[in-house]
Antibody, heavy 122, light 113 residues
Framework: QLQVQESGPRLVRPSETLSLTCGVS??????????WGWIRQPPGKGLEWIGS???????YYNPSLQSRVTISLDTSKKQFSLRLSSVTAADTAVYYC??????????????WGQGTLVTVSS | DIVMTQSPDSLGVSLGERATINCKSS????????????LAWYQHKPGQPPRLLIY???MRESGVPDRFSGSGSGTDFTLTISSLQAEDVALYFC?????????FGQGTRLDIK
């Protein structure tokens, strides 16, 4: 069964870059049938889709974050990564990595990571 | 962005009774090209990752008990649990993937009455 798991620093300083990695096991990251995405949930708030990428395809990003976000895929390491630049306290959230089905654009999320709380603070 | 609004925010249902959760989108999520509703439902329990229950508004994910069903089209959708079990206590939320950015409902907390 496919599993995805987030890893990375739990504390990031304001104005710096948040970097998270998602390891994929139990399935192929090179399949063109799926997108690999990031979703976050700030404390006490709802879920926010950050962006998704698929093997051999362009990434899609939330326009509200697009200027600060990069998602990349490393098939040799079976992982994908999130970079969010110029962070502020508003970027404090539980960050989930996930697998999404695709019909051209990212679809339903059929596997989620456990989530990791990243705090932006000096 | 498409705004997803769920109702109610919380719900208490007796064991064995029916639970109904609603999700309304601010714009249609029905595609005219394939006649599919780009709407999914998830269950989220504390300490666990969210679990996909329903996609395409009414397709049950593999392994999901058949007491869970999804219905609706266009802008109005419903998740129904036909006979509530103790293990169904959780947060439930909807998700539209019709347009970028994907958006989520605020969630409905389901408890035992």
């Amino acid at each position: 069964q496919l599993q995805v798991q987030e890893s990375g620093p739990r504390l990031v300083r304001p104005s710096e870059t948040l970097s998270l990695t998602c390891g994929v096991s139990g399935g192929s990251i090179s399949s063109r049938s799926y997108y690999w995405g990031w979703i976050r949930q700030p404390p006490g708030k709802g879920l926010e889709w950050i962006g998704s990428i698929s093997y051999g395809a362009s990434a899609y990003y939330n326009p509200s974050l697009q200027s600060r976000v990069t998602i990349s895929l490393d098939t040799s390491k079976k992982q994908f990564s999130l970079r969010l630049s110029s962070v502020t306290a508003a970027d404090t959230a539980v960050y989930y990595c996930a697998r999404q089905a695709t019909t051209v654009t990212p679809g339903e999320i059929d596997s989620w990571g456990q989530g990791t709380l990243v705090t932006v603070s000096s | 962005d498409i705004v997803m609004t769920q109702s109610p925010d919380s719900l208490g249902v007796s064991l064995g009774e029916r639970a109904t959760i609603n999700c309304k989108s601010s714009q249609t999520v029905l595609s005219s090209s394939n006649n599919k509703n780009y709407l999914a439902w998830y269950q989220h329990k504390p300490g666990q990752p969210p679990r996909l229950l329903i996609y395409w508004a009414s397709m049950r994910e593999s392994g999901v008990p058949d007491r869970f069903s999804g219905s609706g089209s266009g802008t109005d959708f419903t998740l129904t649990i036909s006979s509530l079990q103790a293990e169904d206590v959780a947060l439930y939320f909807c998700h539209q993937y019709y347009s970028i950015p994907a958006t989520f409902g605020q969630g409905t907390r389901l408890d035992i009455k």
